[in-house]
Each structure stands twice: as C-alpha cells, then as structure tokens.
C-alpha cells in the first residue's frame, strides 16, 4: 500500500467467499456454491475513486439429480459438477470518505471474463463436458474498516456473472 497524502496509490489484497452459480433449463433449476477466492491490485486515483483488477476461481460443487419424466420421458440419475476454473475483472471502484472510526462504503462496476466447466455425468460416468468463456457486466458493494495505514478489513457482495440467455446466473 504505498499510498499518498491525497488518497491516490497502488494496492494489492486477496478475497475468500462463497461462489454460486444458478443453473436453470432443460429441466435443470438448481443452485450450486462452492468456496472461492480472489487477487486483487489497483490504483486509488484519489481517496475516493480506484480501478481495480481481480484473479480469482472456485471449487468445484456437485448435484445428484434425477430427469424429469415429463422432459425426457423417463426419470434417470445424473449428475452435474459446476466450477469457476477462473476470472479475470476490471473494475472501478466508488468509495465514501471515511465515514468515522475508518469505515467506508463501497461500490463496484464493471467487466468480468469467466470460464466456467460443467460436466454432466450418468452413473459417475462423465457424458459431457462443457467449458466455455465468457464475459458480463459485473456490479456489486460492501462496506471495510481501516484496521491500520497498511490493513483493511472488508465483507462485500459483487455478481461477476449473469447471462439470463443460457440460464447460468
């Protein structure tokens, strides 16, 4: 953090959280989550404005489900496995100024590239396996505590993803 007197300068940090995904169609409406993580570097242009980049990906979250008969004609077992391999956002960051004892509220906007990996199984048999990238506006906000010169503490809740056109959210 090697930050001026006016706010402006270079920061680094990392995230842990729970991922999730929505799955719906073709006789599929799940939820899936899983634990993740993120890098993250920026540059705070003043106290209250940044452009920040984020690395990030997910664990790996399996449903056993079974067809619906009236869908395919027949009730069978499968299975689907839903995973972020990784993303890659750029975002620019809206804070408050300091709101008293160093807390500040916080918002997200902009662009996230993921790829992403379902893989759908028949008796513990992989039939398929898709991966496929792709990009998505990308919103969210939260709230930290300045801890010291070189530590905040944050919680935040940003959606990387939706694509209401395939179903996956």
């Known amino acids: ?17 729970s991922v999730s995904f929505d799955v719906k169609g073709a ?18 242009i003043n106290e209250n404005i940044a452009i920040e980049g ?10 056993n489900l079974v067809t619906d008969p009236a869908v395919f004609g027949v009730a069978v077992p499968f299975s689907l496995d839903v995973e972020a391999d990784h993303f890659f956002s750029v975002l620019l960051r809206g804070s ?10 916080f918002g997200l906007l902009g662009g996230t590239s993921i790829k992403s990996t379902v893989t759908f199984a028949v008796v513990g048999v992989p039939l398929l396996d898709i991966s496929d ?9 939260g709230v930290e505590k300045e801890i010291n010169d070189q530590l905040s503490l944050g919680i935040e ?9 395939s179903g996956v959210e």
């Open 27 to 44: 006789g599929v409406d799940e939820s899936f989550s899983s634990f993740g993580g993120f890098g993250q570097i920026g540059y705070a």
């Open 54 to 63: 984020r690395l990030g990906t997910s664990g790996k979250d399996t449903r």
């Open 133 to 141: 990238t792709e990009s998505s506006l990308t919103f969210g906000g």
């Open 157 to 165: 809740y940003i959606r990387y993803y939706s694509d209401t056109q």
């Open 96 to 105: 408050t100024s300091d709101l008293g004892s160093g807390f500040r509220i």
């Open 1 to 17: 953090d090697e930050q001026k007197g006016d706010g402006s300068g270079w920061y680094g940090g990392a995230g842990l959280g």
